[in-house]
């Protein structure tokens, strides 16, 4: 019923940038929630950027939220009501990771709760 679309991965030497983007289409009422999530290999998925407390009615970015080891260096912005994008500046070879969009979306209808989805996964590797 909804589907996520990521975009933007890719190989970057060591203090080069990237962006990422995230496009939701289906069944949807309102996005009431955008993020981007990350998994190294061993490790556990960890947020990296989210706005919450969305207007439903409108694009505009709500609070944000930054994990401590990417504040001042990535960039989380909503390019429209259903793409959230993220800008990652200065990347380094700790950024390497397979990175996951979040939106939460009420389906149409607009009844129900919001339901949790998650993008495919794109690449980001960072050499050094």
């Known amino acids: 019923q909804v589907q996520l679309v990521e975009s933007g991965g890719g190989l970057v030497q060591a203090g080069g940038s990237l962006r990422l983007s995230c496009k939701a289409s289906?069944?949807?009422?309102?996005?009431?929630?955008m993020g981007w999530y990350r998994q190294a290999p061993g490790k556990h998925r960890e947020l990296v950027a989210s706005?919450?407390?969305?207007?439903?009615?409108?694009?505009?970015?709500?609070?944000t939220n930054y994990a401590d080891s990417v504040k001042g260096r990535f960039t989380i912005a909503r390019d429209n009501y259903y793409t959230v994008s993220l800008q990652m500046n200065s990347l380094a070879p700790e950024d390497t990771a397979t990175y996951y969009c979040?939106?939460?979306?009420?389906?149409?209808?607009?009844?129900?709760?919001?339901?949790?989805?998650w993008g495919q996964g794109t690449q980001v590797t960072v050499s050094s």
């Open positions: 289906g069944n949807i009422f309102s996005v009431n929630a």
């Open positions: 706005t919450t407390g969305l207007d439903i009615t409108s694009a505009r970015i709500g609070n």
């Open positions: 979040h939106q939460a979306i009420v389906l149409g209808g607009g009844i129900n709760r919001p339901t949790d989805y």
